[in-house]
């Protein structure tokens, strides 16, 4: 098995996986792109396992601590594995994340399960040529009527990957409704954003919901109205949601509508909406906040924080004492400790001052790793409003 010598300062040695290009001190055995390597110390001791791809800046990644190829049975083995920690966790495994890549043991392997359909993701060089393998050992473990492919995205770029979708097993699946917790929603597996839904906030739109009972609710970013569906059949005395799309909004109607959920929305800007209502002296007992990424890249960070700060500024100038603002970060690039700075910001130039009512994050099919900060990406708060001293 060709061989790759790691610096000594390098993030492998502190429980990370990924081994980037400066990381490297030499090569053995004449490694090819996608091949399975052995990660050694400068004295020669084995790391582990990991595959490689030189064309990327995350030029390894470690799967095995022990000396591993991979095959069939590793496979299998990885997906039985991922399977029965999502069923320990309590995670309904008939619409979960079923594999997360490094969480799972599987770099660059994403697999999302809506009943009897999967979706595939293979976003690294070696899982992509591997790929065939992969697809046997979920018909094998799983026996799923379709597999759906969706390999795009900068990732796949960065591998030299191509930008492919469509079946790789079975049937085509049309778009079909699945439902959560009496919410509704479509999932369009082929066309759909990310794989068909955003799978990781399904507990948190139960979770904030518990909040909404008999108040009056503004669900902003709504997507598919999931934060609006779950308020409105909790109880909520009323329930706005807005999202830019216009297309999201038609789809939101069509599931609140599915579900039973009386739901006002509104295809609008959200800055330009909470501008607007908040300059209109709206008021509102819950906001919810869920935006997407505000930046793909550490270099935007700035601009993130500052479209964080307004939007936390405009909703909580709506929030009299006892109001609640529930807002969330999808971005890895963004701390938990700068996105609660944005927050902290904006309460004191709306001199408002919050108490803690709970912290949110990623649900359990989103493994989080101790040592691989990036397996955690999803931070939420909720914030309660209380009169001043």
């Known amino acids: ?25 030499a090569r053995y055995g004449n490694p090819e792109p996608g091949d399975v390597v052995q990660l050694q110390d400068m004295r020669g ?12 800046q995350i030029s390894a990644r470690l799967f095995s601590y022990r ?15 991922a399977l029965r920690s999502r069923e320990a966790a309590g995670v309904d495994t008939s619409l979960c994340r079923l594999i997360w890549s490094e969480s799972d043991g599987l770099p660059g ?17 070696a ?17 799923p009527r379709s597999i759906v492919q969706r ?12 930008q492919v979708k469509g079946v790789v097993w079975g049937e085509q699946p049309d778009p079909f409704v699945v439902r959560h917790q009496g919410s509704a929603f479509h999932a369009d597996l082929l066309e759909g954003q990310k794989t068909g839904l955003y799978l990781d906030q399904l507990d948190n739109y139960q979770h904030v919901a518990r909040l909404a009972k008999g108040r009056r609710v503004l669900d902003c970013f709504t997507n598919q109205g999931g934060f609006a569906q779950a308020s409105a059949l909790a109880g909520a005395a009323d329930v706005v949601a807005v999202d830019i799309s216009d297309s999201a909004v038609a789809l939101a109607e069509k599931n609140a509508a599915i579900a039973g959920a009386q739901v006002k929305f509104i295809s609008a800007n ?34 993130a924080m500052r479209g964080y700060k307004e939007i936390h500024l405009r909703a909580l100038k709506m929030l009299q004492p006892g109001g609640i603002m529930a807002t969330f970060s999808c971005s890895h690039h963004v701390s938990r400790g700068e996105f609660h700075a944005s927050i902290e910001d904006a309460a004191v130039d709306a001199r408002k001052t919050l108490r803690r009512v709970t912290t949110y994050t990623q649900r359990p099919d989103h493994p989080i790793l ?12 909720a914030y309660e409003v209380i009169a001043s001293w």
């Open 67 to 81: 000396r591993q190829d991979l095959d069939l049975d590793f496979f299998i083995r990885r997906v039985e594995r």
């Open 109 to 125: 392997v994403i697999v999302d399960r809506y009943g009897d359909h999967l979706v595939l993701q293979t976003l690294t060089l």
């Open 270 to 303: 959200c800055f330009d909406f909470l501008k607007q209502q908040e300059s209109s002296g709206a008021t509102y007992d819950l906001i919810i906040l869920d935006p997407p990424s505000f930046t793909k890249t550490k270099a935007s960070v700035k601009d």
């Open 127 to 143: 899982m992509a040529q591997r790929q065939d393998l992969l697809i046997q050992a979920l018909v094998q473990v799983l026996s």
């Open 1 to 25: 098995m060709p061989a790759l010598s790691i610096q000594p300062r390098a993030r492998l040695f502190h429980g990370h996986v990924w081994v980037y290009a400066t990381e490297i001190k």
């Open 45 to 56: 001791k084995p790391l582990g396992s990991a595959i490689y791809n030189p064309k990327s």
């Open 151 to 162: 390999n795009e995205g900068n990732v796949r770029k960065a591998e030299g990957l191509d």
């Open 370 to 381: 101790a040592t691989i900060p990036e397996t955690e990406y999803l931070t939420g708060y």
